[in-house]
């Protein structure tokens, strides 16, 4: 079975720090994903990547970029943190092109 | 641009029927469909590749109308199990996007 792993589960920051998300996935798959769920909103793209060093800007990059240094590894980076980015963060896996995506079980971030 | 899914929410009886649809204001070349339990993260359901194609396992099938640039989630005689947020996600370049969800409760 795949495996994506989020590094917490919960996270409290306060406004300004610069925050790190990591995912690990342990399938080899070459694309990677962010995405933030709040309600109402269904799950919308941060930043995705197809390879190694490779980005691409999602729906709502604005105020994120991200790592992706190592194949099972991509990690979502907050420069500032700001209250408005207090959510549930997703990372899922997938094989190309658009096979099905792996979610890890996110991390509920808390901007105070 | 993000698929609409409808309905928002439905609440069911174990065993009655629901059906739940996406529409894209742009031509469709896949879709997938996710379910999301509280709590946890989204489960792949089912990808539907082409048009016209129908997919089904256990009670939940789905259809794809590539010309009405839309599909939809067919539960039958549903379980309590089935209870959660169903999303469909429609295909870009290598990436989906995902529509709002639909939230569906089954009732003992």
């Known amino acids: 079975d795949v495996k994506v792993t989020q590094s917490s589960r919960y996270l409290v920051k306060r406004t300004g720090e610069k925050v790190f998300l990591e995912c690990v996935q342990d399938?080899?798959?070459?694309?990677m994903f962010w995405y933030r769920q709040d309600p109402g909103l269904g799950l919308r793209l941060i930043y995705f990547?197809?390879?190694?060093?490779?980005?691409e800007k999602g729906d709502i990059p604005e105020g994120y970029s991200v790592s992706r240094e190592k194949k099972e590894r991509f990690s979502l980076i907050l420069e500032s943190a700001s209250t408005n980015q207090t959510s549930m963060y997703l990372c899922?896996?997938?094989?190309?092109?658009?096979?099905?995506?792996?979610f890890g079980d996110g991390t509920r971030l808390s901007i105070l | 641009q993000q698929p609409v899914q409808s309905p928002q929410a439905v609440i069911l009886r174990e065993g009655e029927d629901a059906v739940i649809n996406c529409s894209s204001s742009?031509?469709?070349?896949?879709v997938h469909w996710y379910r999301q339990k509280h709590g946890e993260a989204p489960v792949f359901l089912m990808i539907?590749?082409?048009?016209?194609e129908q997919k089904g396992h256990d009670k939940i099938s789905a259809s794809f109308n590539e010309k009405k640039q839309q599909s939809s989630l067919y539960l039958t005689a549903s379980q309590l199990s089935y209870s959660g947020t169903y999303f469909c996600?429609?295909?870009?370049?290598?990436?989906?996007?995902f529509g709002q969800g639909t939230r569906l409760t089954i009732n003992p």
């Open positions: 899922a896996s997938s094989l190309p092109p658009n096979q099905p995506q792996h």
């Open positions: 539907l590749l082409k048009g016209g």
């Open positions: 742009k031509a469709l070349y896949s």
């Open positions: 990547s197809y390879d190694v060093k490779m980005k």
């Open positions: 399938m080899d798959h070459e694309n």
């Open positions: 996600g429609t295909e870009g370049a290598q990436k989906l996007v």
